[in-house]
Each structure stands twice: as C-alpha cells, then as structure tokens.
C-alpha cells in the first residue's frame, strides 16, 4: 500500500492504537467464528448417522444402481453367448446370436424391472 493512503494514520506514519485493536478484535471474531464452523462439519462427518444421511443415502443408491446395471449387462452378455454356442454348433451364423441376444435384452431389462420392484403393486391383483 502506498504511503500516506490510509486514513488511520496520524502524522508520525504509525496506526493508531484504536484501529489496531477494532483489527486484532475482528480478528478474533472472525477465528472464533471459523473454528465453530470447522467444529460444526467435523461432527456432522464423524457422526453419519446423526444428520439426514445424505451420504449413506447416496452410497446405497449407487449400490442399487451398479446392481441394476450389471444384471442388465449379464442378461445381455448371457443370451450373446448362448446364440453364439448354438450358431457354432448348428452352423446358424447370424441367427442364433441375433435372436438370443435380443432375448438375453428381454430377460436383463425383466430382472432390472423386478430388482426394482416396478412390477410389485400388479401381483396384488
């Protein structure tokens, strides 16, 4: 800062003491209130199950989702395999990988819908 730009200073070129002290007291307000905060986010980490449970939420809906995605994947992956087994064994080129791969797509996205009880409220008829 430039000499002579601050309005507290008093002829001498030194601050006075009542600007220094309204610093050093804001100061410590500022730390006080900082170390609360800091406090504040510790505890709610430490303690997970104290909070609304964000964290455990989101762990749990990315578990749901990674089992939802890999039994799609498995359907999938399951029928192109058996198609290519019987196109190998009957000499069938396209077909039976074509076919059971869209069945294998048929039974993964039937278990996904399952897993993820869409289909529940129609067995109560």
Known sequence: MAQGTNDSEDGSGNKSSSDEAARSARLGSLNQRLSEIRDGRRTRTDQPGDGSGDGAARASAIARGF?????LVAGVVVGAL???GFDRLLSTSPFGLIVFFLLGFAAGVLNVVRS???GQDRTDR
């Open 82 to 84: 058996i198609g290519w």
């Open 67 to 71: 089992r939802l995605s890999s039994e």
């Open 116 to 118: 993820a009880g869409a």
